[in-house]
């Protein structure tokens, strides 16, 4: 949907504006856009600084109206991505994790085809996880690929060694044929650690 005029626009801009309603009790904030708690630049006080290159953010308002893809059903919640450095916002969506997905496609093309890992574990798990990744991948804030076997399936921010996010990827079928997961997983799993 378009942005209404004079609304601010991106990560930043829309944060800022949002705080000093989030403080105003007369004022019902729920339905301004910002940045989604525990995403990165998400404040209560401060505005966010903007980041000097793209950097993933998630935006979130209340909707509780029916869906923008005309589906009929009711959504509780606009999701948007969105990047700390520039006014880039995606389409919206239900899942706030398909709007973090969406801002990796913004601010690190090429995530998808990465390799997923196992959750970090023991001292070997991150000197693999460098050499299986692109140089100083996680130094511009990259994301992590990591196969979730537990109850956990959503992606996490600040969990990458840079400080990204880790993004989870399910673990494969049984009977899936190739993966690059099943190269790596034994990296780790078998590995020096558990000796
Ligand atoms: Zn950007």
């Given at each position: 949907m378009p942005t209404p005029p004079g609304e601010p626009r991106g990560a930043v801009a829309r944060h800022t504006a949002y705080l000093p309603h989030f403080w105003d009790k007369a004022t019902n904030s729920r339905p301004i856009w910002r940045i989604d708690w525990g995403h990165p630049g998400f404040t209560h006080r401060t505005p966010p600084e903007p980041t000097a290159d793209h950097q993933p953010t998630a935006l979130v308002r209340s909707w509780d109206r029916p869906a923008p893809d005309?589906?009929?059903?009711?959504?509780?919640?606009?999701?948007?991505?969105?990047?700390?450095?520039?006014?880039?916002?995606?389409?919206?969506?239900?899942?706030?994790?398909?709007?973090?997905?969406?801002?990796?496609?913004?601010?690190?093309?090429?995530?998808?085809?990465?390799?997923?890992?196992?959750?970090?574990?023991?001292?070997?798990?991150?000197?693999?996880?460098?050499?299986?990744?692109?140089?100083?991948?996680?130094?511009?804030?990259?994301?992590?690929?990591?196969?979730?076997?537990?109850?956990?399936?959503?992606h996490k921010p600040r969990a990458a060694p840079g400080g990204g996010y880790d993004l989870a990827v399910q673990p494969p079928k049984k009977n899936d044929p190739v993966t690059a997961i099943a190269e790596v997983l034994p990296l780790v799993f078998g590995g020096a650690e558990a000796a």
């Amino acid at each position: 949907m378009p942005t209404p005029p004079g609304e601010p626009r991106g990560a930043v801009a829309r944060h800022t504006a949002y705080l000093p309603h989030f403080w105003d009790k007369a004022t019902n904030s729920r339905p301004i856009w910002r940045i989604d708690w525990g995403h990165p630049g998400f404040t209560h006080r401060t505005p966010p600084e903007p980041t000097a290159d793209h950097q993933p953010t998630a935006l979130v308002r209340s909707w509780d109206r029916p869906a923008p893809d005309g589906t009929g059903e009711t959504w509780p919640y606009l999701h948007r991505g969105a990047c700390l450095g520039c006014t880039w916002e995606g389409p919206d969506r239900r899942r706030t994790d398909e709007a973090v997905e969406d801002a990796h496609d913004h601010t690190h093309p090429g995530w998808r085809d990465l390799p997923a890992v196992p959750e970090r574990q023991g001292r070997q798990w991150l000197t693999h996880v460098q050499h299986l990744y692109p140089d100083g991948w996680f130094d511009r804030g990259g994301p992590i690929r990591t196969v979730r076997i537990g109850i956990e399936k959503q992606h996490k921010p600040r969990a990458a060694p840079g400080g990204g996010y880790d993004l989870a990827v399910q673990p494969p079928k049984k009977n899936d044929p190739v993966t690059a997961i099943a190269e790596v997983l034994p990296l780790v799993f078998g590995g020096a650690e558990a000796a």
